[in-house]
């Protein structure tokens, strides 16, 4: 498996929020998982650091994000800067394909809700932030909202109360009609408020359980970017 196969992967699992914050990544378990060496496991661990995806701490290795409650506010705060501003320059530039792809989406999302799927709406739910951004056209500000909303989904995963997805798929769809309709003041203060509101909305949950295995989760996604392709059975280890 090539490099950057790997990373698509981790990718996923990252920006899925699926693993607790603070997981430890270790080089030893990837490569027997990836079944890869360690060399090329740390080099995408480095790539996924440079991305802020995963924080990488001198001789202790690489962990998933944990941002503290200060950083959470100042995350917010930098998506409700650029997310308004992204929404604000399309509503006077949205192509009818781009609207017909941001309706896809948004139904997507409600389907998700409606069969309980909360995985899946998850997910969705981030891309819907990534879709925005990738249409811009523009790579800085769309790596700027991978990075950012990157380390925000994890947070709504672990701490978000499972009821406020309503409001979160409601606030999307309010979103997309604002924009569809070239409303530009209405689409940029509907994002702020929905942003402000995810903040709000995250609130701390009691661990009931020590969460997925590692495997489990890489396994989950590894058909997404292979095609249906599975891992090497490895069980689990200590990192």
Sequence with gaps: ?????????????????????????????????????????RKVLHRLGHERLIEVVKNRGAFT????????????????ILEGGIVAHLADTLSPDQVEALRDHVERETEALKTGDRQTWLK????????????????????????????????????ENSAAAQCGCAEHRTIFRALASGERAKASR?????????????????????????ESVIAEFMGDVMGGATLRAAAPQVA
């Design 124 to 159: 969705l739910s981030a891309e819907f932030h990534f879709l925005l951004a990738s249409m811009t056209g523009n790579p800085l500000i769309i790596q700027q909202a991978r990075e950012l909303v990157g380390r925000t989904t994890m947070l709504v995963a672990f701490y």
């Design 65 to 80: 994000l944990a941002p503290d409650p200060n950083e959470i506010r100042v995350i917010f705060e930098a998506r409700r």
């Design 1 to 41: 498996m090539d490099e950057e196969t790997i990373h698509a992967i981790l990718s996923r699992v990252l920006l899925a929020g699926r693993l607790p914050g603070g997981t430890k990544l270790g080089e030893h378990r990837l490569a027997e998982i990836f079944d890869v060496s360690r060399e090329r496991i």
């Design 190 to 214: 509907m994002m702020t408020t929905h942003l402000a509101m995810i903040e709000t909305r995250l609130r701390p949950m009691a661990c009931v359980d020590a969460g997925p295995t590692l």
